[in-house]
C-alpha cells in the first residue's frame, strides 16, 4: 500500500466530485495495477507525526549555507570542466553581454533563466553553444527592469558570483542518520515566485529504482535557509540498501540522475 499526504490548491477534496476525480486520474494512469484508490482526511496523530519530522537537523543547514561559497572539490561537475561567468558591456549600446563558459547539466538554461528572473534581468537576445565533451558557451544580451546595462560593478560581482554557486551546484545530494536508519536528501533552491525545479522526486525515484534499491518513506518541504527558501526532498531508504549499493554510489547515482548524466 502506497500512502501520500496530499493538499488541494483548489481546495475542494472534501468534496466527493474532487475525491472521485482524483482516483479516476490515478486508474487512468496505473491501469490493472490499482486495486483500490481511497481519499480521506489525515487523522490529528498522523499530522502531528509529520510535523514532528519536518524540522532539518541543524548539521545539514550549517552544509547547505556553507555550499554557498563551496570550492571546486564539493561541485558535482566534473573537475576536468571550466566554469566562467563574466559580463561585458563594450559590445552592444544597449545592452549587457553576459558570457558563460560551463560543464553541460539537465537544467542548465532553467538555471541560468531562473537566477536571471531573481535578479530581475530581462534577456534580448541569446545564444547557445554545446560542444562534443560537454562543455557549452551562454551569450546573453541583457537588460536591468530599467532597460539599463548592468553598469555598477557591485551588481556585476553579485550576479556573476551567484550564476557561478548555481551553475556548479544547482542541487544538494547528502545522506543523513535518521535514527539507526539513514535517508538520502536532495535541496534545491526555489525562485523568488515560488516555483520548485521540476521533475527532481521523478529523477530521484528513477535513480534508485536503476540501483534496485526501495523507498520506504518520503517527505517533500519547504524550508528558509539563510535568506532562501529550499524544496527539500527526505527520502528514507528500505533496510536493503546497504545490500544494493554503498552510499557513495547512491549519492553518485542520484545526482547524475539530476544533472542528466547518465
Not at 103 to 117: A, F, V
Amino acid at each position: 500500500m502506497d500512502l501520500f499526504l496530499i493538499t488541494d490548491t483548489r481546495e475542494l477534496l472534501h468534496t466527493k466530485s474532487r475525491k472521485e476525480d482524483a482516483c479516476n486520474r490515478l486508474r487512468a494512469v496505473l491501469g490493472d495495477s490499482l486495486c483500490s484508490c481511497e481519499i480521506e482526511l489525515a487523522s490529528e496523530e498522523l499530522a502531528s507525526c509529520l510535523q514532528a519530522s519536518s524540522s532539518l537537523p541543524p548539521s545539514i543547514t550549517e552544509d547547505m549555507l556553507t555550499l554557498e561559497i563551496q570550492d571546486e572539490s564539493s561541485s558535482p561537475v566534473p573537475q576536468s570542466s571550466f566554469l566562467s561567468v563574466s559580463v561585458d558591456n563594450s559590445l552592444s549600446h544597449a545592452h549587457s553581454l553576459i558570457q558563460i563558459q560551463c560543464y553541460d547539466h539537465k537544467g542548465l538554461l532553467y538555471d541560468i533563466m531562473r537566477t536571471l528572473k531573481d535578479y530581475n534581468m530581462q534577456i534580448s537576445y541569446g545564444r547557445f553553444n554545446s560542444e562534443e565533451n560537454g562543455n557549452c558557451n551562454v551569450d546573453l544580451f541583457v537588460v536591468q527592469n530599467d532597460g539599463q546595462k548592468i553598469v555598477d560593478p557591485n551588481k556585476q560581482v553579485a550576479l556573476c558570483s551567484r550564476l557561478r554557486m548555481e551553475l556548479s551546484s544547482p542541487l544538494r545530494v547528502t545522506f543523513i542518520s535518521r535514527g539507526p536508519d539513514i535517508e538520502l536528501l536532495v535541496a534545491n533552491p526555489v525562485e523568488i515566485c515560488g516555483k520548485g525545479r521540476p521533475l527532481v522526486f521523478y529523477d530521484i525515484t528513477h535513480a534508485l529504482k536503476l540501483l534496485e534499491i526501495r523507498i520506504f518513506l518520503a517527505e517533500i518541504g519547504r524550508h528558509v535557509i539563510g535568506d532562501r527558501e529550499w524544496e527539500v526532498y527526505r527520502v528514507h531508504l528500505g533496510d536493503d540498501h546497504e545490500l544494493c549499493a554503498s552510499k557513495d554510489k547512491i549519492v553518485d547515482g542520484v545526482t547524475k540522475m539530476l544533472m542528466g548524466w547518465h
